[in-house]
């Protein structure tokens, strides 16, 4: 049984969602982000999430050859991105492929406080293609979950085509605290 506290946690890490486009949708992603092991995340929390999120992610490339890729992630606050991500580019080859380390992750500032036990709060979104301004179509994605999930705070993590020609899917990450 739940005491007070640890339902509003359990409550605040409920909503999930799914990614929304910023101008065009549908298809199949050619490049997806997703959670290997979710369960093990079910117990991490504050400065362990990150980290825990970085190791359990996996890149997907449907392309025919290796292609150049960012991550990308924005940090939605009141509806709105109020901080980007963009790594630099880095070379994705077909098939799954663990993420490539540290250097292409977002800071802990795109990630929730001690507050926030992650469950198995994480799913991968549709498709969508982000064009060449990278940082406005994640920032548009990012604050259209949001609104959709009738929440006003969280993450979205994404691989982008480093031209923004192929289509994308990302995971977010809603918290409310």
């Not at 920032?139 to 929440?151: C, N």
């Amino acid at each position: 049984m739940f005491d007070r506290r640890q339902f509003a946690k359990a409550l605040g890490a409920a909503a999930i969602v799914a990614a929304v486009p910023p101008a065009r949708a549908g298809g199949t992603a050619t490049f997806q982000l997703a959670l290997e092991n979710r369960s093990a995340l079910k117990e991490v929390q504050g400065s362990k999430l990150r980290g825990a999120v970085m190791k359990s992610l996996m890149l997907g490339s449907r392309a025919a050859k290796p292609a150049e890729v960012r991550c990308a992630a924005a940090r939605v606050t009141n509806r709105r991105a109020e901080a980007i991500y963009l790594s630099d580019a880095f070379s994705l080859a077909p098939g799954k492929s663990q993420f490539p380390g540290d250097d292409y992750f977002p800071d802990d500032s795109f990630f929730p406080g001690e507050n926030f036990f992650p469950g198995e709060n994480f799913l991968t979104g549709g498709a969508f293609t982000p064009g060449a301004d990278l940082q406005l179509a994640i920032a548009k994605v990012a604050a259209a979950e949001i609104v959709r999930s009738e929440t006003k705070t969280g993450t979205f993590l994404a691989v982008l085509d480093a031209n923004g020609d192929r289509p994308s899917s990302g995971i977010s990450l809603i918290w409310n605290i």
